[in-house]
């Protein structure tokens, strides 16, 4: 028996490797002959790091899930390199997909459309549709054209723990598990692509993003919504997209959102730090450069300045990672409800904490 369960453990593990990349670097050629193989590869994007296996291989993509430990219900974007790439994918190509092609590819767009019968089940969760991206990073784009394939990917972190922004994220999650991880340095925005349904009469955004609801519909020029259930998580509604639906990005420690006026966030932070050392709780922050030095709790960290909205956004998952090394016991978190990215910074930073928010006035 015990013999039975070591070997099992010893057949499961498989090393690692890690290989630095940069454009043309032989290290993707190695990469992309694992996908054609049908295993997996992860490498970076300009969002944040994806777990690759060729899209079209419904084994390949079983792996993903299995390496995730994933829900089988929750579909994996599929990455192209090429424009016409989409018609290997997709069954049919709306013509707004083109518009917001030409305006946000290769970026961080994600477009949902009818599936081709090519694109197996296990790719999609089961759906008939499908979720296309182009990646804007050289090491991304080079390893789909050497692969071949259209890669489905979703980020390359253990299921329900922040996204990985550096290459070390995904060794601390996926080491052992997978065969090769690109490293290419930390990623440029840090939270995952919008994603855009088109098989609906009014466009609907799926997940927020760094391209906005504003962005789209003026290329667009019509209307567009973003599903009801992600601007009230708490309404009971059903996200669209099966993976919204998910407790996500949770650090170890309770994490709560302290909204409000800056003067009443720190005052009301400072209020339960000192609560929480009375009970004995060691507590943590995540400040800003303005706030960071008015707090009494045991590890503050600035996520950035405050209107510094693409720094907020790139450094959240790292630093929810980083209060995991710790023994912090509650986070309390500032609001970054900013003007141009603060809805999905706020739908990644809600999603971790629960939803539990506190609203101070
Ligand atoms: P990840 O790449 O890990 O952020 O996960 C991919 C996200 O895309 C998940 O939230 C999925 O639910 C969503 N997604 C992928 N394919 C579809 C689809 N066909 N329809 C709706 N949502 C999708
Ligand atoms: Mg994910």
């Not at 043309?24 to 997996?40: K, S």
């Not at 912090?328 to 999603?351: D, V, W």
């Amino acid at each position: 028996m015990y013999q039975k369960m070591s070997e099992r453990k010893f057949l499961k593990y498989m090393q690692t490797k890690i290989i630095k990349v940069e454009t043309g670097h032989t290290g993707i050629a190695e990469a992309a002959d694992v996908i054609r193989r049908g295993g997996l590869a992860a490498f970076p994007t300009e969002t944040v790091y994806g777990l690759g296996a060729d899209a079209l291989n419904p084994q390949a993509a079983k792996k993903i899930y299995t390496a995730k430990g994933r829900p089988s219900d929750n579909p994996l974007i599929v990455h192209i390199a090429e424009w016409e790439d989409l018609f290997t994918v997709a069954r049919e190509v709306p013509g707004e997909a083109k518009r917001l092609a030409d305006a946000f590819w290769p970026g961080p767009l994600t477009m949902v459309m009818k599936k081709n019968e090519r694109i197996p089940c296990e790719t999609t969760g089961g759906l008939d549709t499908v979720a296309v991206r182009m990646p804007n990073h050289p090491a991304a784009l080079s390893l789909i054209r050497q692969s071949g394939c259209p890669i489905a990917a979703p980020s390359a972190n253990t299921s329900g723990r922040p996204s990985p922004t550096e290459a070390a994220h995904v060794v601390a999650d996926l080491s052992g598990k997978i065969p090769v991880i690109l490293d290419g340095g930390p990623v440029g925005i840090g939270i995952e692509s919008t994603i855009i349904d088109l098989t609906e009469k009014t466009p609907v955004i799926l997940r927020p993003g760094y391209i906005t609801k504003e962005m789209l519909s003026q290329t667009l020029g019509r209307k567009v919504v973003i599903d009801s259930a992600v601007v009230a998580p708490d309404s009971g509604k059903i996200p669209k997209a099966p993976g919204m639906k998910y407790r996500h990005y949770a650090p170890r420690a309770d994490l709560i959102v302290v909204t409000g006026e800056r003067q009443k966030v720190v005052s009301k932070i400072n209020e339960l730090t000192d609560k929480n050392h009375a009970d004995g709780r060691r507590t943590g922050v995540i400040a800003t450069d303005e706030t960071k030095h008015f707090y009494r709790a045991d590890q503050i960290v600035s996520i950035g300045a405050r209107a510094d909205e693409d720094a907020i956004a790139r450094h959240l998952y790292r630093i929810l990672r980083d209060f995991d090394r710790g023994d912090t016991q509650i986070i309390y978190s500032e609001s970054f409800a900013t003007p141009r990215i603060g809805q999905a910074i706020m739908n990644r930073l809600l999603k971790a904490a629960g939803n539990h928010e506190i609203i101070v006035s």
